[in-house]
């Protein structure tokens, strides 16, 4: 399998990029209303984002319920601001969705979030796990579910659920891409709802496909969706940790039709096309056609594509780097890298609202998982690279890499290894 691997970065000895802080925090803070059961039961500490989405005017960020006390699990704050602040974060749509940060569990609402997308008619998909205290003691109190708001009115305006036999007792669904690109038909193309969306079951790994035209779903199943036994400890500036995480990277290539993913637990990146996975559920006893795309030099979470021209963004994390690659010319690029501003970036968004511009959602996750977090120092931060777009080689403002960290597959201009069960 190794033969074919592509070695995506190694360990980087470059100078790193300037990053824009658009955002930064040591601990979350919300504009509370006026409700005192709310505020006793926040726990900062335990509060840490792990979704990033740029809407036209809003960054917003999913909050999920790691442990006890987060107060809302999504929320914006406004893209307009000096780069650098550190805003109170506003409850999106609402507080009335937010019952379960005082501890009401109202189903309806909005109870665990890791991550949302905005799809090409400005509405917002959320994806809601149901459980909470995942880090703890994982407690399921609703099912998973999507919600879609209008981001012009923050209205509900669709609710998806997914059918029981798709789920497993572990299911925890933290990621979700939709894919606008399978329609048949320029009027079909009009419509909304005509998209599918793939969704990431990290602890019991698998991948739910939604046919939002049909409202069906299905569930398709790989072992490289789950994580690696030998990569599942990390190390992050000298701070080490374990984490046994399935798949959970996720990005889309709309030209070449293919879906990237990659389990936390492992240093490789996998792919397979979205015509297999939106065909149907597969027949029974046959393999999904998952290829190797190519090994990193560590782990990693945030994974993008730009669509322009097919390059993959994604952060090495021991590495605290944010890296791009572009599989078709085999070109490499270094676009930062900062020990302090890149530490754990649960996301790396090719964002289409601000002209292509890069943004990560760096998190210092380890900090929090093991207890360690310090309101002293900055522990969130939302960065952004302006680079002029991956097409044009960043503006000659990314580092190249060195050649020799770096080696491609003989074999990749026809296709990578197709991996087995």
Same mark, same amino acid.
């Given at each position: 399998?190794?033969?074919? %691997?592509?070695?995506?970065?190694?360990?980087?000895? /470059?100078?790193?990029?300037?990053?824009?802080?658009?955002?930064?925090?040591?601990?979350?803070?919300?504009?509370?209303?006026?409700?005192?059961?709310? !505020?006793?039961?926040?726990?900062?500490?335990?509060?840490?984002?792990?979704? !990033?989405?740029?809407?036209? &005017?809003?960054?917003?960020?999913?909050?999920?319920?790691?442990?006890?006390?987060?107060?809302?699990?999504?929320?914006?704050?406004?893209?307009? *601001?000096?780069?650098?602040?550190?805003?109170?974060?506003?409850?999106?749509?609402?507080?009335?969705?937010?019952?379960? =940060?005082? =501890?009401?569990?109202?189903?309806?609402?909005?109870?665990?979030?890791?991550?949302?997308?905005? &799809?090409?008619?400005?509405?917002?998909?959320?994806?809601? %796990?149901?459980?909470?205290?995942?880090?703890? &003691?994982?407690?399921?109190?609703?099912?998973?579910?999507?919600?879609?708001?209008?981001?012009?009115?923050?209205?509900?305006?669709?609710?998806?659920?997914?059918?029981?036999?798709?789920?497993?007792?572990?299911?925890?669904?933290?990621?979700?891409?939709?894919?606008?690109?399978?329609?048949?038909?320029?009027? *079909?193309?009009?419509?909304?709802?005509?998209?599918?969306?793939?969704?990431?079951?990290?602890?019991?790994? =698998?991948?739910?496909?939604?046919?939002?035209?049909?409202?069906?779903?299905?569930?398709?199943?790989?072992?490289?969706?789950?994580?690696?036994?030998?990569?599942?400890?990390?190390?992050?500036?000298?701070?080490?940790?374990?984490?046994?995480?399935?798949?959970?990277?996720?990005?889309?290539?709309?030209?070449?039709?293919?879906?990237?993913?990659?389990?936390?637990?492992?240093?490789?990146?996998?792919?397979?096309?979205?015509?297999?996975? %939106?065909?149907?559920?597969?027949?029974?006893?046959?393999?999904?056609?998952?290829?190797?795309?190519?090994?990193?030099?560590?782990?990693?979470?945030?994974?993008?594509?730009?669509?322009?021209?097919?390059?993959?963004?994604?952060?090495?994390?021991?590495?605290?780097?944010?890296?791009?690659?572009?599989?078709?010319?085999?070109?490499?690029?270094?676009?930062?890298? &900062?020990?302090?501003? !890149?530490?754990?970036?649960?996301?790396?968004?090719?964002?289409?609202?601000?002209?292509?511009?890069?943004?990560?959602?760096?998190?210092?996750?380890?900090?929090?998982?093991?207890?360690?977090?310090?309101?002293?120092?900055?522990? /969130?931060?939302?960065?952004?690279?302006?680079?002029?777009? !991956? =097409?044009?080689?960043?503006?000659?403002?990314?580092?190249?890499?060195?050649?020799?960290?770096?080696?491609?597959?003989?074999?990749?201009?026809?296709?990578?290894?197709?991996?087995?069960?």
């Amino acid at each position: 399998m190794g033969t074919y %691997a592509v070695i995506l970065l190694a360990w980087l000895a /470059v100078a790193s990029a300037t990053l824009e802080v658009v955002n930064q925090w040591s601990l979350l803070q919300f504009d509370f209303p006026p409700d005192p059961v709310l !505020l006793e039961k926040y726990q900062p500490e335990n509060t840490v984002p792990t979704g !990033l989405e740029i809407g036209w &005017d809003r960054i917003y960020l999913g909050i999920p319920r790691l442990r006890a006390g987060v107060p809302a699990t999504l929320a914006w704050v406004p893209r307009s *601001l000096p780069p650098g602040v550190s805003p109170v974060l506003q409850a999106y749509p609402d507080w009335s969705w937010h019952s379960a =940060g005082r =501890g009401d569990i109202n189903c309806t609402g909005l109870i665990s979030v890791y991550r949302m997308r905005a &799809d090409r008619c400005n509405r917002l998909w959320v994806l809601d %796990a149901g459980v909470i205290t995942s880090l703890d &003691d994982f407690r399921r109190v609703c099912p998973p579910k999507i919600l879609i708001f209008d981001m012009a009115t923050d209205r509900l305006v669709r609710s998806v659920y997914f059918p029981r036999e798709l789920l497993r007792p572990s299911s925890l669904l933290t990621n979700i891409v939709l894919d606008d690109t399978r329609s048949s038909s320029h009027r *079909l193309t009009a419509t909304c709802d005509n998209i599918f969306a793939y969704i990431s079951d990290t602890v019991a790994p =698998g991948i739910i496909v939604y046919d939002g035209r049909r409202d069906n779903a299905w569930r398709v199943t790989h072992a490289s969706m789950y994580p690696d036994p030998d990569m599942g400890e990390y190390d992050i500036g000298g701070d080490r940790f374990t984490l046994m995480d399935g798949v959970v990277g996720l990005t889309h290539s709309p030209a070449q039709g293919l879906l990237y993913y990659q389990p936390l637990a492992t240093d490789r990146l996998f792919s397979v096309s979205t015509a297999v996975l %939106a065909a149907g559920p597969p027949a029974e006893g046959t393999d999904l056609p998952v290829n190797l795309v190519g090994r990193k030099s560590s782990q990693g979470l945030g994974i993008a594509v730009d669509p322009r021209d097919d390059t993959i963004i994604f952060s090495p994390m021991s590495e605290t780097a944010i890296a791009a690659w572009n599989p078709l010319a085999n070109t490499h690029r270094v676009l930062a890298q &900062d020990p302090e501003k !890149l530490q754990f970036c649960a996301e790396v968004r090719w964002a289409e609202r601000d002209g292509g511009a890069v943004w990560a959602l760096s998190t210092r996750f380890h900090k929090y998982f093991k207890r360690t977090v310090s309101k002293h120092e900055i522990n /969130v931060r939302v960065v952004r690279i302006v680079e002029g777009g !991956l =097409g044009g080689g960043y503006g000659g403002r990314g580092f190249s890499a060195p050649p020799q960290i770096f080696r491609r597959s003989t074999r990749f201009a026809n296709a990578t290894k197709t991996l087995k069960h």
